[in-house]
Each structure stands twice: as structure tokens, then as C-alpha cells.
């Protein structure tokens, strides 16, 4: 690579980067205008808002609905899609591909599609919209995230463990548990917070398949409705504060194995 390729590869990097955070930092600084309007100039500063996020007892519940609905779909996802990697990683056998294929079609298929679908496969099992109905679609949107990311790691690791632990006496379950469940560990770990993150933000499966109780990004979107304000500002720079903590803590807990 040329000097000239770099400094372009270097310019185009960080007008992505200005591109894609000026946005996110106006956000934040909206939430801290003393006005219920937002827009430049900010004459004075508050902390009203913020603190009133904190203490809305409606937003906190709301937030811990999203967080139980993102645990509870993340955990089904990981047990799916280790399952699934694990069957798809060494294992040769007549339409793989095709297996491979339809395990991470729900990844590339519109979210609209996927939400209405899901909504009618619903209706048809009588599921009704709610909880358990949002669960299931975040599910089935997760479990190939983890099937990709545990696929990745369990092709790098070496015959070599499984063998040795197999000429030890272990079969083939004791050799999974000890050896390659452990090898896996930063994979799981990185896969559960990214599935998290991808079941925290999706707004799409949440308003389709919901009830009368909203998850996060369905909220703000009702609020909206109103118009933009220095609360719904808030709100919103809080969860980007959330998303931004996940994504340090899975880089360093990756890191760190």
C-alpha cells in the first residue's frame, strides 16, 4: 500500500467516524438544554432531564422489561446457536450447506419481513402479542449471530485437545464440558452481549409482536409522536451510555481470554 493509498484509506476512515458520531454527540448535548426545544444555540445547561429519566418510575420499568426480554432471548439463542455451531463446525454430513444456510436466514432477511411473518406464525400457534411472542422472534433473530461467532472460534481450535483428552478417558461429553466448552468461553461472551445489544435495539419484532407493554425503543417511538424533546434526548443518550458499556466490556472480557 502506497503512502497517498493510506493517507486516502486514513481521510475516508475518519470522515466515516465524524459521519457517524457528530449525530450521537448532538443527541447527548440536546438532553443537557435548559428548554423543552431542541436546536443550537444552547444558552443554558441542565441536568433536569437526566435526572428526571432516573426517577421516572414509568422508563425504568420500561428499561427492565428490555433488559428481561434481552436476557431471556440471548440465554434460549446461545443454548440454539451453540447447539447448532457445534453440529454444523466438524461434523460432515449430506446438506450441510443448506442446514448452514437456513440456520442464518433469519440474520438476512428484512426486519419488516421477519416481523410479520413471525406475527402470523404467531397467531397461528395462538401466541399472543406480548411478552413471550417477543422473546421468540429476538430468539430466532439471535440464533444465528451465535451460530456465526461460535462457528468461528470452534474451527480454530485443535484436534489435538479433543484427542488428548479422549486418549485421558474422557468421552465425548466430559471432553466437551472440559475442553472445548471452556475453549469456547470468549465466543459465548461476546456472542450473549451482542445478541443483548441487537434484543435491547430492536424496535421493528418489538412493535409487531408486542403487547401493551413496550420495550424501550417502542417507547421513545411512541414518544416521538409528540414531536422531539430534550427528555426523549435523554432517554435515548442513556441508552447509547448502556450500549457503549456492553461493547467495552465484551472487547475487554474478549481481551482478557
Same mark, same amino acid.
Given at each position: 500500500? +502506497?503512502?497517498?493509498?493510506r493517507?486516502?484509506?486514513?481521510?475516508?476512515?475518519? %470522515?466515516?467516524?465524524?459521519?457517524?458520531?457528530?449525530?450521537?454527540?448532538?443527541?447527548?448535548?440536546?438532553?443537557?438544554?435548559?428548554?423543552?426545544?431542541?436546536?443550537?444555540?444552547?444558552?443554558?445547561w441542565?441536568?433536569?432531564?437526566?435526572?428526571?429519566?432516573?426517577?421516572?418510575?414509568?422508563?425504568?420499568?420500561?428499561?427492565?422489561?428490555?433488559?428481561?426480554?434481552?436476557?431471556s432471548?440471548?440465554?434460549?439463542?446461545?443454548?440454539?446457536?451453540?447447539?447448532?455451531?457445534?453440529?454444523?463446525?466438524?461434523? $460432515?454430513?449430506?446438506?450441510?450447506?443448506?442446514?448452514?444456510?437456513?440456520?442464518?436466514?433469519? =440474520?438476512?432477511?428484512?426486519?419488516?419481513?421477519? %416481523?410479520i %411473518?413471525?406475527r402470523?406464525?404467531?397467531?397461528?400457534?395462538?401466541?399472543?402479542? !406480548?411478552?413471550?411472542?417477543?422473546?421468540?422472534?429476538? +430468539?430466532?433473530?439471535?440464533?444465528?449471530?451465535?451460530?456465526?461467532?461460535?462457528?468461528?472460534?470452534?474451527?480454530?481450535?485443535? /484436534?489435538?485437545?479433543? /484427542?488428548?483428552a $479422549?486418549?485421558? !478417558?474422557? /468421552?465425548?461429553l466430559? %471432553?466437551?464440558?472440559?475442553?472445548?466448552?471452556?475453549?469456547?468461553?470468549?465466543?459465548?461472551?461476546?456472542?450473549?452481549?451482542?445478541?443483548?445489544?441487537?434484543?435491547?435495539? /430492536?424496535f421493528?419484532?418489538?412493535?409487531?409482536?408486542?403487547?401493551?407493554?413496550? +420495550?424501550?425503543?417502542?417507547?421513545?417511538?411512541?414518544?416521538?409522536?409528540t414531536?422531539?424533546?430534550?427528555?426523549?434526548? =435523554?432517554?435515548?443518550? =442513556?441508552?447509547?451510555?448502556?450500549?457503549?458499556?456492553?461493547?467495552?466490556?465484551?472487547?475487554?472480557?474478549?481481551?482478557?481470554?
Amino acid at each position: 500500500m +502506497t503512502r497517498n493509498t493510506r493517507i486516502l484509506m486514513s481521510i475516508l476512515y475518519w %470522515a466515516f467516524v465524524i459521519y457517524l458520531f457528530i449525530p450521537l454527540i448532538m443527541m447527548v448535548l440536546m438532553g443537557f438544554k435548559d428548554s423543552k426545544f431542541i436546536g443550537f444555540p444552547i444558552r443554558s445547561w441542565t441536568l433536569k432531564w437526566y435526572t428526571d429519566v432516573i426517577q421516572d418510575l414509568e422508563v425504568l420499568s420500561i428499561f427492565g422489561y428490555s433488559m428481561l426480554i434481552a436476557l431471556s432471548s440471548t440465554v434460549i439463542a446461545l443454548m440454539i446457536g451453540t447447539w447448532a455451531a457445534i453440529l454444523l463446525g466438524p461434523t $460432515k454430513f449430506r446438506g450441510k450447506l443448506i442446514v448452514f444456510a437456513l440456520v442464518c436466514l433469519p =440474520a438476512v432477511i428484512p426486519g419488516i419481513i421477519s %416481523a410479520i %411473518a413471525l406475527r402470523i406464525f404467531a397467531e397461528t400457534i395462538n401466541l399472543s402479542p !406480548g411478552t413471550f411472542a417477543i422473546i421468540l422472534s429476538h +430468539t430466532i433473530h439471535n440464533v444465528p449471530f451465535v451460530v456465526l461467532v461460535v462457528m468461528a472460534r470452534l474451527n480454530s481450535q485443535p /484436534d489435538s485437545h479433543i /484427542d488428548a483428552a $479422549k486418549d485421558l !478417558g474422557a /468421552d465425548n461429553l466430559i %471432553a466437551f464440558c472440559r475442553v472445548t466448552l471452556p475453549y469456547l468461553k470468549p465466543a459465548l461472551i461476546g456472542a450473549s452481549i451482542f445478541c443483548m445489544l441487537i434484543s435491547f435495539d /430492536d424496535f421493528v419484532r418489538s412493535f409487531f409482536l408486542g403487547g401493551y407493554e413496550p +420495550t424501550l425503543p417502542v417507547y421513545i417511538f411512541s414518544q416521538l409522536r409528540t414531536g422531539m424533546s430534550p427528555m426523549i434526548n =435523554a432517554i435515548s443518550a =442513556a441508552a447509547l451510555l448502556i450500549t457503549v458499556i456492553f461493547g467495552l466490556m465484551a472487547e475487554r472480557i474478549i481481551r482478557s481470554n
